[in-house]
């Protein structure tokens, strides 16, 4: 399970003879606590914009293929029109009509 700050706020220490100042380890825990709150919201803020991005990236790959598909739509038109206009030729040449 990760430490949060609140773990390191609630985080006590017993007393010794030769040991640490109490009020300098507390005010380095509430610090560290700070930076912990300060990392997290930040990982977070990241995480959001990382969503958006993504969700920003579907869109275009959405509009992609809608211009892809009526791409392909007027290639099949252009090409429905080649092959009627070469018909058409052949059937004047024919000295008929296509129609």
Known sequence: MP???EDVRQ?????SRYGYAPDE????LDKLATE?????NA???????DEASEDRVR?????????EQKLALLATRSSLASELATRS????????SYY
């Open 59 to 67: 869109a275009v790959e959405i509009r992609v293929q809608a211009i």
């Open 25 to 28: 380890v507390d005010a380095f």
């Open 11 to 15: 985080q006590k220490f017993g007393a």
């Open 3 to 5: 430490l949060t700050s």
């Open 89 to 96: 030729s052949l059937a004047s040449e024919l000295g008929g």
């Open 36 to 40: 912990i709150d300060y990392f997290n």
């Open 43 to 49: 990982l977070l803020e990241a995480k959001s914009c």
